[in-house]
């Protein structure tokens, strides 16, 4: 792997967003690139009372940003979609740097802030309400929505940017302001994603717009910020991304001061391989979500249920796949499987493997690469082991590359098998038999958010609302009508007559 002075490529980067270099050192906060386990900056934090004061002035903003017209608030979110396009390649390579993703997928991610901006910019003139009929004569009852306030963001290292991009151009067409803690592994696009809003906060102003400071506010800090922001009176909803045992410590904080979550936690998710599947394209989209972003994917495929009469044909096609894959240097050409994020997940993914063979299970794969290359940087082989049966580490998830692979003889045992888990974000069926096609997706089918026919459970469009992960129950954030998580729907009835029908037989003297 050639070695390369990362920390210059990131100053150069947030240099070009117009981040002074100072801020990028005299901290105590590490951040570190996977590529070679370097520290690309020393980054200064905030305090719990510092945050205090963020969340108090976020509100202020609020205040003054419901009182603009969503049109004119999708204004804004249009010009950070422009500024995105612009900064496209800048922020995409950042993302690569920093948590690993190589070079696709990094701007792969900047793509889907850029098309939830488009989404957000059109909503800005879709806040329907119902008009609804009313029992009452000459009265008329509608529906109407009015910003939440603050909205609090938690995000995680895998998608460093997009999962703010997400809740925030949602949150701010919507009338309310933001508060942003980001993974202490991912600071550094972060703080390249605030100087792009900053400069669509700019020019939205200079265009004569009315957009308060504190908008949009960056919290960088350790798990006391995180837990400040779900503790605060003043955030009415925290948007929270990460694992199930952080979701299980957030939740439960939320519901004490009746505040509302969008939790989007783990996702243990599973394929079934049908007797009819096309088996070319089953490989592809098998290959793509399992081993994309290095296992690291709320949505990556970690369980496969393989018929028995297609199990000999595609399994060894697919063990070929992985030990041919190239895996290294996520910003080289022809890498398809950079590095893990650090040595804590390296460490997992060799637990669950030794009790995957505890458990009786073949391993395929799995050993560390490149370790020559930076004592720091974690390579591994993606993995794939064939089970007996779905126990041990298989109802488990890693956040790693390793794929189970399970046989199954009839569909109703495969089915049962995909929600026999407690997580539940994506699946997928490949077939091409419509009775189980239609099965999947219905009632009695798959009980995850996603439930795909012939793709993989990997990724997901930002026109379909995303989440539903059903151990938390949690919400969902993007697409479809996820907007009204970010609301609060009031009922009005108005009364255009002379009478009121249900005080009918109640006199006053109004003399």
């Avoid at 309400?129 to 008329?140: D, F, K, N, W």
Wanted: net charge neutral; proline share 5%.
């Amino acid at each position: 792997m050639a070695k390369t002075d990362l920390s210059k490529d990131v100053a150069g980067i947030l240099a070009s967003l117009g981040v002074p270099t100072a801020c990028l050192s005299g901290g105590t906060l590490k951040a570190r690139s996977p590529i070679d386990g370097s520290v690309i900056g020393m980054l200064k934090t905030i305090s719990p009372i510092e945050t205090t004061v963020a969340i108090d002035k976020a509100h202020a903003a609020f205040l003054e940003w419901r009182l603009v017209p969503a049109p004119k608030r999708g204004e804004l979110i249009r010009l950070l979609g422009e500024e995105l396009r612009t900064h496209k390649d800048a922020l995409g390579r950042l993302v690569s740097i920093e948590a690993g993703k190589i070079t696709s997928e990094g701007l792969g991610e900047v793509q889907e802030m850029i098309d939830i901006c488009d989404f957000a910019v059109g909503l800005s003139r879709q806040l329907y309400g119902l008009t609804i009929a009313t029992e009452r004569s000459e009265h008329r009852m509608m529906e109407t929505w009015h910003p939440l306030g603050v909205t609090g963001i938690i995000s995680a290292f895998n998608f460093p940017v997009a999962v703010w991009c997400w809740n925030a151009a949602l949150a701010i067409v919507c009338g309310n302001s933001t508060v942003w803690k980001p993974s202490e592994k991912t600071p550094m696009t972060a703080i390249a994603t605030q100087a792009i809003f900053d400069k669509a906060l700019k020019r939205y102003n200079e265009a004569g717009g009315a957009a308060p400071a504190n908008l949009s506010t960056l919290l960088i800090g350790d798990r006391a910020i995180g837990e400040v922001l779900v503790d605060h009176p003043k955030v009415p909803l925290v948007s929270a991304t990460g694992s199930t045992a952080m979701g299980r410590a957030v939740g439960p904080r939320l519901a004490g001061r009746f505040a509302r979550a969008i939790l989007e936690l783990g996702g243990n998710n599973a394929a079934i391989v049908a007797p009819t599947a096309d088996l070319d394209l089953t490989l592809r989209g098998v290959a793509f979500a399992a081993m994309g972003t290095a296992g690291q994917r709320c949505t990556s495929l970690r369980r496969l249920f393989v018929h028995d009469s297609v199990y000999d044909a595609l399994v060894p096609r697919l063990i070929k796949a992985y030990g041919s894959v190239t895996v290294g240097n996520p910003l080289e050409t022809g890498t398809l499987v950079g590095p893990l994020i650090d040595k804590g997940a390296f460490d997992g993914m060799q637990k669950a493997l030794a009790a995957a063979k505890a458990a009786g299970g073949t391993v395929h794969g799995g050993a560390r690469m490149n370790e020559s290359d930076g004592g720091d940087a974690y390579y591994v082989r993606p993995a794939i082991v064939e089970m007996p049966s779905q126990s041990g580490p298989v109802k488990e998830e890693t956040f790693a590359p390793i794929l189970y692979v399970i046989r199954y003889s009839d569909f109703n045992d495969a089915l049962a098998l995909n929600n026999d888990v407690p997580q539940g974000l994506s699946s997928s069926i490949f077939t091409n038999d419509l009775r189980e096609a239609e099965a999947f997706v219905s009632d009695r089918g798959s009980d995850c958010g996603i439930a795909n026919v012939n793709i993989g459970p990997s990724g997901a469009e930002i026109g379909g609302a995303f989440g539903g992960e059903k151990e938390t129950g949690g919400g969902r954030e993007s697409g479809s009508d996820a907007w009204k998580a970010y609301m609060r729907r009031a009922t009005n009835t108005v009364n255009f007559g002379r009478s009121l029908p249900l005080a009918q037989g109640v006199k006053f003297d109004v003399e």
